[in-house]
């Protein structure tokens, strides 16, 4: 591992110090801080990160030498980010994941349900004032208890169907 100071770097490289220097500052040249504080190039190192910096500017000139390194931490990170994409859009399909606006549709249809049949209390009200005068209040609460099931049981029945129209039309098979 030939170790040289940037002079002795830019000589080996017919640049200039300040080339070498601008290609350290953006971490296109690796450097060794040495404990004295004073900084070394590790040629062999250097050429690579070189070598690699040049072929990255020569597909695309416009570009400044730029970190290799760099570059490849940013396709990693769009690559992530597509594959969490693509796992979400497939949860979905699959009926994992359910869109904001169809549930809030379904929290809605819901909502409708619960206070129509919270009306349909009213119309028992002949029923739950003969169930207290035959029987005062143990047959009314027995009465309205009996309502109170109904009730339930119209919900219930009502969510099944809801949630049966809400269902995917068909999945899709689970890669093994």
Do not use: W
């Amino acid at each position: 591992m030939p170790l040289m100071n940037q002079a002795e770097y830019s000589q080996h490289r017919g640049m200039t110090r300040q080339q070498i220097n601008m290609m350290i500052r953006n971490g296109a040249i690796p450097v060794i801080v040495n404990p004295d504080g004073t900084r070394t190039i590790d040629s062999e190192a250097a050429d690579r990160a070189f070598e690699q910096a040049t072929a990255l500017r020569m597909r695309n000139p416009a570009q400044p030498y730029e970190n290799p390194n760099g570059l490849v931490k940013a396709r990693t990170a769009t690559e992530v980010y597509t594959a969490r994409l693509r796992q979400l859009e497939y949860e979905e399909k699959i009926g994992h994941l359910v869109r904001v606006e169809d549930l809030t549709r379904s929290m809605e249809h819901c909502a409708e349900m619960i206070v129509r049949d919270l009306d349909r209390i009213a119309m028992r009200a002949e029923d739950l004032a003969a169930a207290f005068t035959a029987g005062g209040i143990p047959a009314l609460r027995s009465a309205l208890k009996a309502v109170a099931r109904d009730i339930r049981r119209t919900l219930a029945d009502n969510m099944r169907v809801a949630a049966d129209s809400a269902a995917p039309a068909e999945a899709p098979a689970e890669a093994e």
